[in-house]
């Protein structure tokens, strides 16, 4: 294949390899078996209005399945406590909808992006240009080890106004809000947050870090 063409083949790989990394964390902990382990990791603070472990369990496992499916809002509001009052109120119920649509979009971008890759690499092997393919991806590895501490640093410092950013980014007003009572906060304080956040960027970093040491272009001898 052409060189130049190869070259930038390359380049297209090391972008998107951030991309690739940091989304499919992000999908790993967008699922229901993660809040079983986030809830038992040390320190994680109890429900001060009530909520057993179980509890957490049950509706966070409801909350994330409605993230992924097809259902409408529908599948929350009707999820009643056992005196009869409703687990969600208005308000917790107009956000998970704007969750839900950022959700599958950034899924979408994620498979299309994957998928690319996945193309990509096939393409590279049948056309000979496989070096090149290795090098972005190592280039990609080190560019997201890098995109990381940048933005782990910033977390690390102060939290709160990295997590009041994101959601400024991607929702409108102060509709991610709540009170220290409402059934999201309870399930979803924010320490469950600061663990989801580093398991998101820890393992990216670990991932870029990985391709970018073992597919580094090997020096040539002789």
């Known amino acids: 294949m052409n060189r130049r063409l190869t070259s930038t083949l390359s380049w297209i790989v090391t972008l998107l ?7 499919l964390g992000v999908r790993l902990v967008l699922n229901p078996v993660y809040p079983s382990l986030a ?15 179980g509890d957490r369990l049950k509706w966070s496992g409801y909350s994330i399945k409605y993230l992924l499916n097809d259902s409408g809002i529908e599948y929350l509001s009707k999820l009643k406590f056992d005196d009869g009052s409703a687990l969600f109120n208005d308000r ?3 956000h998970m909808l ?9 899924m979408r971008a994620f498979y299309l992006v994957f998928t690319i890759m996945v193309g990509l690499g096939i393409w590279a092997y ?4 496989m070096i090149d393919f290795r090098s972005g991806l190592s280039r990609g590895g080190w560019l997201t080890v890098g995109l990381i501490i ?3 640093l910033f977390a690390a410092v102060n939290f709160w106004q ?21 059934t999201l906060i309870r399930l979803f ?12 960027l820890g393992f990216a970093l670990l991932a870029g870090a990985a391709l970018g040491w073992f597919l580094r272009p090997k020096a040539s001898h002789g």
């Open 150 to 152: 940048g933005v782990g």
């Open 126 to 129: 049948y056309k000979k240009w």
């Open 189 to 200: 304080p924010i320490r469950f947050w600061q663990d989801v956040f580093m398991f998101v």
């Open 98 to 106: 704007d969750v839900k649509t950022l959700v599958q979009s950034v």
């Open 92 to 94: 917790e119920l107009g």
């Open 162 to 182: 990295f997590f009041t950013y994101f959601h400024g980014l991607f929702f409108t007003g102060d509709s991610w809000l709540f009170f220290y009572s409402d």
């Open 17 to 23: 390899t951030p991309i690739v990394l940091i989304l």
């Open 39 to 53: 809830y038992r990791m040390p320190g994680f603070p109890e429900d001060s209005y009530g909520f057993t472990q």
